[in-house]
């Protein structure tokens, strides 16, 4: 885990990062279960690529190959370990 | 004789499936329902290259076994040989996209694990390599301990290298390829960790290159581009739907007139000739009518959806969705009911939560259809003066505009009361892989327009043509005596209904002309401005809107067309809305609900408007 809790909802755009722990207990089941779907998983590499600035729209991250939207309060509940270059 | 073997085509969402599946079988495939659920059952036939015939089978796409929706639910149910209605199938295609391995890889584990031959498509490769991405197919095939064929299904590539090593495996006596790796049973973190190991072993080598996807997506999910951007899209789509969609509309309506004709010069009058003209031909070509614009609707939703810009819409509308409790998914099918509610219901499949879906469907009606257009027309051209209350802004555009404002307005709260009610419950929220976005192929487009046709024209020639023949016998019987001046249509079963419930509607300012007008509308709500001139016994050959117009001055006051107005922004209309909703919800129960909610909403503001107008001496 990282020594200081970002999550993805505050990680910077195009800030590169990876996967450092997910709160399960802040997610509803079917909710956890997409997510392990999507390949959410620990030390994953994760960027957010895109906001809804207006209002608190959803992200849009990049997981792995993958681009996936997500709900800022899901956004909040993934931990997020940005990598230094 | 033995069926042909069964193969299912299986894969996540986006991996090209469908794509795979036409190219596959081409034209010979049937849509049809599993028992008992609403998810479509998409077969067709294909030829071995030693001329065996096969079935295929395409599966919805899902991301594991454990189902999460209804059509996840049936892929998992029949790979599993525990769906209703379908055998085991003998061998199953798993479609992965290339440049996506790691995540499909996973749900492949899955289903080898199942134990039935498998043979893996590799797809979309092309983009995989236009992505700086170099896989070994031969390394993935000995790491999975199956075949894996190359494909591009859009493009037709390795289809028949794909239908060589099929004819191998659905072979009787063929041995299945069964591994006993204690790895595919454990539970999804570690399939998870086993699958990105085996994209690592097949991939060669990978060049980051900039990928165009996200180029594309930092103009199309701009917080004020994108927005630009997917009003200019929806504004061509409408244009679209209705003037593209009017001349054949008016081609069609042409052509089943010409067709009543015929009949009305070959048969004598009699109560029969009535029913084929006036009941069967004239209903069933009210409702084909609109086959045109429902086509053009779905062509640009089928657009949207294959090019990958769908999701993105989504995205963007997401927000504002979700402060009535919906999600971003909700906002193409509620568009498309703009033009006519029953695709815009159909279009709801799209949207995986069950609850998300039922509020969609049950506030699909609100959004002012092309139907209500021509009802709008007429009243507002009577009643409402023709002034400008601005430069270039008339009062009866604004009054127009003002019954489209109504009906999205009054979807937000009904769509805000049902999340706390009758479809209470977590909200799946708003969580989905975008797509690389991609060229819809030509061909996929034109079997998605066909099925959909199909589909339409079914309901079409069963349900609708029932039912308004049904409608066409209570405008005809009883039959008025020889010699009465007592009309037809007040002499009729609906008549009679309209003399009866009349009271109910007098609050709210309706006279018994409108009340019977209201009955034929429900098979299709622009038959009630004929339905308007039958009752005032004008020639209602539609050219004579004018004389409509001076008659309804005459009779109607402001009041009263302001609630009929109001009236029809709720009213629960019409049977083919009611019968689409009946089979998209399996069962009455909810196009039960709808039609009452909408009944009381319609009532309530129809009243609402009649009191206030006639208090402000209206």
Known sequence: ?85 | MNPAPLVALVGNPNAGKSALFNALTGARQKVGNYPGVTVERHAGRMALPDGRPVELLDLPGTYSLEPSSPDERVTRDVVTGTQAGERLPDAIIVVVDASNLDNHLRFTLQLIALGLPVVVALNMFDLAERDGLKLDPEALARELGVPVIPTVAVRKRGIDDLKETLADLVTPGAMALRRSDPVLHADIATLQRRARQIAMAATISETPVRRWTHMLDSIALHPVFGVLLLFVVLFVMFQAVFFAGAAPADAIAGGFDWLAGLVKQVMPDSILRSLITDGAIAGVGAVIKFLPQILIMFFFILVLEASGYMVRAAFLMDRIMASVGLSGRAFIPLLSSFACAVPGIMSTRTIEDEKDRLTTILIAPLMTCSARLPVYTLVIGAMIPNVRVLPFVGLQGLVMLGLYIMGVAGAFVVALVLRRTVTKGASSGFMMEMPKYQLPSVRDLAIGLWSRAEIFLKRAGTTIAFTTIVLWAMLSFPQVPKGSAVSQVNYSVAGRIANTIEPAFRPIGFNRDIVLALIPAMAAREVSVAALGTVYAIDSSSDDESKMAQTLKKRWSLATALAFLMWFVFAPQCISTIAVTRRETNGWKWPAFMVSYLFVLAYMAAGITYWLATLAGL
């Open chain 1, 1 to 85: 885990m990282a020594t200081i809790p970002l999550s993805l909802e505050q990680l910077p755009q195009r800030q590169r990062a990876t996967v450092a722990g997910i709160a399960w207990d802040r997610l509803t089941a079917p909710e956890g279960r997409r997510l392990r779907e999507l390949g959410f998983d620990e030390g994953v590499g994760i960027e957010v690529l895109h906001r809804a600035r207006i209002g608190g729209g959803p992200i849009a991250c990049r997981i792995g190959r993958m681009t996936v939207a997500l709900r800022r309060r899901v956004a909040g509940a993934i931990h997020v370990d940005p990598l230094t270059s």
